[in-house]
């Protein structure tokens, strides 16, 4: 049960260009999309977050994308640094509730080349 | 900035043996959580705890699992008879508010069950 995927496990991007990292969703409910890095040895650092009120987000290089009807989200990294490589996990949240699960796809690894 | 800490970060442990992971959440955080990500997979919810019970788990959160919070600072989850594959990385989160806020993650605990 997939409710949140990540299609590509790994990206190369040289530095300074663009990365795009994409994800996709299935279930309607989810209301808040998050962006986490995760390198080796370490646990998921948040990096972005979007509310389902919203089209784009933006805080310094990232920039996280929505687009509801298609049940899309996107993360895009200008410049790209060597130090971004790392995996990247997208997460959703779910509307309602007390609860806070949230269901994470399977992570894209980014390698930025020098 | 305040962390999420986890110990030990490294477990190794007989098929059978119990084992008990820590973890002390932000200290003004109200909600806690514990995920797991086996290798080359995603991050898996399971369990979230507020007030001092359950709020809600996953099927994965048998009854071999088990969480408390015995004090004020910590956040321990119990395996009462490891299996081969509980071996994994265990993370535990916590959040201040629920509403559209990110989670903090620690940066796990590798289990490793032989």
């Known amino acids: 049960d997939q409710q949140v995927k990540q299609n590509s496990p790994s990206l190369s991007v040289q530095e300074g260009r663009i990365s795009i990292l994409n994800c996709d969703y299935t279930?309607?409910?989810?209301?808040?999309f998050l962006w986490y890095k995760k390198y080796p040895a370490e646990g998921p650092t948040f990096l972005i977050s979007?509310?389902?009120?919203?089209d784009k987000n933006e805080d310094g290089r990232f920039t996280v994308f929505l687009n509801k009807s298609a049940k899309h989200l996107s993360l895009h990294i200008v410049p790209s640094q060597p130090g971004d490589s790392a995996v990247y996990f997208c997460?959703?949240?779910?509307?309602?509730?007390?609860?806070?699960?949230?269901?994470f796809g399977k992570g894209t690894l980014l390698t930025v080349n020098p | 900035e305040p962390e999420v800490t986890q110990t030990p970060s490294h477990q190794v442990t007989q098929m059978g043996q119990e084992v008990i992971l820590r973890c002390v959440p932000i200290?003004?955080?109200?909600?806690f959580y514990w995920y797991r990500q086996i290798l080359g997979q995603k991050v898996e919810f399971l369990v979230s705890f507020y007030n001092n019970e359950i709020s809600e788990k996953s099927e994965i959160f048998d009854d071999q699992f088990s969480v408390e919070r015995p004090d004020g600072s910590n956040f321990t989850l119990k395996i009462r008879s490891t299996k081969l594959e509980d071996s994994a990385m265990y993370f535990c989160a916590s959040i201040g508010q629920v509403v559209n806020s990110p989670l903090h993650f620690g940066n796990g605990t590798r289990l490793t069950v032989t």
């Open positions: 279930n309607s409910m989810f209301d808040y």
């Open positions: 200290s003004n955080h109200l909600y």
């Open positions: 979007i509310s389902s009120i919203k």
């Open positions: 997460a959703a949240k779910g509307s309602g509730g007390s609860n806070y699960k949230l269901t």
